[in-house]
């Protein structure tokens, strides 16, 4: 970062041309199995209240389908217990669409107890951990656990392959990709694999224009991430591997741009946000594995298995700490974008527009003290709700707190 006071970072095309031009690297190295396992019978040993809620009779209402296979991976990574796989795999299936000719076949339930299939991104999510699950252990199953396994993959695949969202959905549109290109891989599905191909340059061709239009959202940010990580890491090909390193990079950098280190936190206008006061949050998480933030990230199996090496020169604007002024493109329109003037002690920050409004934060200010530290925030509270605590369910079925749909619009002067 310049240390100028005057400084100003624009997030730009050229900017994303540069990274996929002269910073694509060589192919991943293999994780260390010993640590792997070692991270693997730890998850094992926190997530035994899953397990329970999982293998109960019947299992629990609100247990997560996604998760299944997030303990699956974990299982596979520890060597065992092996007999967990049928209970896991059962599950699965019976949350599956499994009717050929069906709207939702290969999707998922995203509870256990609901009865239909609402959220139609529950089969992306959930095959964020099955695909590596069967990339990096499908050759050492159980006999009795692949052919089932691999049945419902292909369900899965159908399901995504389905699947349309815009690309400016950033966060389902790179999962959606790299569950295409992944697993149509892995399977020997080529139309899957150039489907995801094809929607994967859809997706850095509307980067290229409007920047990342799902702008700074402490959560997605950080599902972005995992999946280019996955993608990084298990790429077909060099091109992907390619595409994925320059995404992550530019993730990276607007990370960067917008930490404000005094608070210890990714600050800044945010859209679809979680965590109203203080934006913890799985980018928190990302960062402290980065080593930018403070905190001490607790050790994950996917993590682990697709770590990015961060380049040295990208890792060094980790805690930037001059005054700098800047501003990003989110969208097509010109008032679709958003400004951050930072200095010492303050961070100021406003969008122009909003990208989901029930959920965004177009009006921040960040103190020094910590991530802990309420940030001070503009939403159009109606519901006595300003902490954003009051949730309650939407179609999908998940709980959300949401504010109103305010005009707002905003202008700042960095001289």
């Not at 997530?47 to 293998?55: G, I, L, P, T, V």
């Not at 159980?142 to 396994?149: D, E, H, I």
């Not at 960067?256 to 945010?270: E, T």
């Not at 989901?356 to 509270?381: C, K, N, S, T, V």
Request: hydrophobic share 45%; glycine share 6%.
């Amino acid at each position: 970062m310049p240390a100028n006071p005057a400084a100003r970072i624009l997030m730009t095309r050229p900017l994303l041309l540069l990274v996929f031009l002269l910073f694509a690297r060589a192919v991943p190295a293999a994780p260390d199995a010993a640590a792997v396992r070692q991270i693997a019978l730890a998850k094992l040993s926190q997530s035994e209240k899953y397990w329970r809620d999982a293998s109960a009779t019947p299992p629990a209402e609100r247990l997560s389908v996604h998760q299944l296979f997030a303990h699956a991976l974990t299982v596979a990574a520890a060597g065992g217990p092996n007999e967990r796989f049928d209970t896991l795999l059962s599950l699965a299936e019976t949350c599956q669409d499994q009717i050929p000719g069906s709207g939702t076949f290969g999707n998922f339930r995203w509870y256990y107890g609901r009865a239909e299939i609402i959220d139609l991104n529950a089969v992306e999510f959930c095959m964020e951990n099955a695909s590596v699950l069967w990339l990096e252990y499908g050759n050492t199953l159980p006999a009795s656990v692949r052919p089932r396994l691999r049945a419902l993959l292909d369900r899965a695949l159908d399901a995504c392959m389905r699947r349309s969202v815009r690309p400016s959905y950033t966060n389902i549109a790179l999962m959606n990709a790299a569950n295409l290109i992944l697993l149509g891989h892995a399977l020997e599905r080529p139309d899957a694999l150039e489907l995801g191909r094809a929607r994967l340059n859809t997706f850095m061709w509307t980067t290229w224009d409007h920047g990342i239009c799902e702008y700074g959202s402490p959560t997605y940010y950080g599902v972005d991430i995992a999946q280019l990580q996955r993608l990084w890491t298990y790429a077909p090909d060099a091109t992907i591997r390619a595409q994925a390193d320059a995404l992550l990079r530019l993730f990276w950098l607007d990370v960067a741009a917008n930490w404000f280190d005094p608070a210890d936190r990714y600050a800044g206008a945010w859209s679809r946000s979680y965590d109203y006061p203080t934006g913890q949050s799985i980018l928190v998480r990302e960062a402290d594995r980065a080593g930018w933030g403070r905190g001490q990230a607790s050790a994950d199996v996917l993590a682990e298995l697709t770590a990015w090496p961060m380049p040295a020169d990208l890792r060094k604007q980790g805690a930037p700490s001059d005054t700098r002024f800047v501003r990003q493109k989110w969208g097509p329109r010109a008032d679709m974008a958003r400004v951050h003037s930072v200095f010492p002690d303050l961070s100021f920050a406003t969008s122009a527009a909003t990208y989901h409004d029930p959920m965004d934060i177009p009006l921040a200010i960040d103190l020094p003290g910590g991530r802990q530290r309420p940030r001070l925030y503009f939403i159009a509270d109606g519901r006595n709700d300003p902490l954003g605590e009051n949730k309650f369910p939407e179609a999908s079925g998940h709980m959300k707190a949401k504010h109103l749909r305010p005009f707002f619009t905003s202008v700042q002067n960095p001289s």
